[in-house]
């Protein structure tokens, strides 16, 4: 049996409660991985988070802008083997990867896409499953071939050499084997963004939150679109934000799912939910990004499905400029 066709989609309600312990094939995320003498101070010179000052035993979210402040890439950075990985969104690999290397030839760095599986460990049984299997309790730990990443608490990112990979789920008896769109509800409901295929260079890494969980560094020094990052701060000038929202979803689509906000007795085009998840009675949630002036109680509806209202709801934490 292929490995990949242990994983089945949870078929899951709203009121539903969680399986225990859950793996997921997280085959929409890839890892960059980036290694060499210079790999600390080429990716200090690029990225919004500061590796200087990173604890080998954590990990950080981050950013990859161009020159102008826009973001390329969102990712979790971490160290694993003998250098760092980046964690993102598969549909931005090969792009990405073609960004971070412009500089490369002038420092002694090899930057590739990874061959390792990630994989996805969730539910209340997380924690204890990624215990039984390493002997460190730091939030990033080394397993047989290769490494485990702690998200949040009972959420953890696990990557297996290829070659390794069937052993390892053996170990999982106990666990329910899922898709990994579970992964977008966890990472929804904690307000962590992505940089998806659609939305590329489109804003700097505030209009993403990630100033306020711990994504960039303002004391770091100089990388790629600092400039711009720095005076969106000092000068106030960011007038966006990411913000989770809810409502219905009549018909499950993978498409886009545009948002329109309520004006008066008009609507009007406000932005693209990048991902979302779907419960299968209908209740769904998702990230957008929006004016940062809205007011919290500001109706909203999907273009294509218009009886459908939805609702910014509370981030777990607090934005900061």
């Not at 004391?219 to 000068?235: F, I, L, M, N, P």
């Not at 004016?291 to 109706?299: A, F, I, M, R, V």
Request: contains cysteine; proline residues 3%; aromatic residues 8%.
């Amino acid at each position: 049996m292929e490995w990949q066709n242990r994983f089945t989609k949870l078929e899951l309600g709203s009121k539903d409660p969680l399986p225990e312990l859950m793996v997921s094939d997280l085959n929409s995320w890839n890892l960059l991985s980036v290694t060499g003498e210079d790999q600390k101070s080429y990716l200090q010179g690029q990225l919004t988070c500061d590796l200087v000052a990173l604890d080998p035993q954590e990990s950080t979210l981050g950013a990859h802008c161009d020159a102008k402040g826009k973001v390329l890439s969102i990712f979790r950075c971490f160290k694993h083997n003998d250098g760092y990985a980046l964690f993102h969104h598969a549909s931005t690999t090969a792009s990405s990867l073609t960004e971070i290397k412009k500089y490369s030839v002038f420092s002694k760095v090899e930057l590739d896409i990874s061959s390792d599986i990630t994989l996805g460990v969730l539910g209340k049984n997380a924690d204890n499953f990624i215990d039984s299997i390493t002997s460190t309790r730091g939030n990033v730990r080394t397993v047989e071939n290769g490494s485990a990443i702690k998200v949040e608490d009972n959420r953890w990112i696990l990557v297996v050499d290829r070659n390794s990979i069937a052993t390892t789920l053996d170990k999982m008896s106990s666990a329910i084997f899922v898709e990994d769109d579970i992964w977008d509800k966890f990472d929804i409901e904690s307000g962590i963004p992505r940089i998806v295929e659609g939305n590329q260079n489109t804003q700097i890494p505030q209009a993403f939150n990630l100033q306020a969980i711990h994504g960039i560094s303002f004391s770091k020094g100089c990388y790629t679109g600092q400039e711009t990052v720095a005076r969106a701060k000092y000068r106030g000038t960011n007038k966006r934000s990411m913000s989770i929202v809810k409502g219905h979803i009549e018909i499950a689509s993978d498409l886009p799912l545009e948002l329109e906000r309520s004006v008066g007795e008009n609507w009007r085009s406000v932005g693209t939910i990048f991902t979302h998840y779907r419960y299968t009675d209908g209740l769904a949630m998702g990230l957008i990004v929006l004016p940062n002036n809205l007011e919290q109680d500001t109706k909203f509806r999907l273009a294509n499905q218009p009886s459908s209202i939805w609702q910014i709801v509370d981030l777990p934490y607090e934005i900061e400029e």
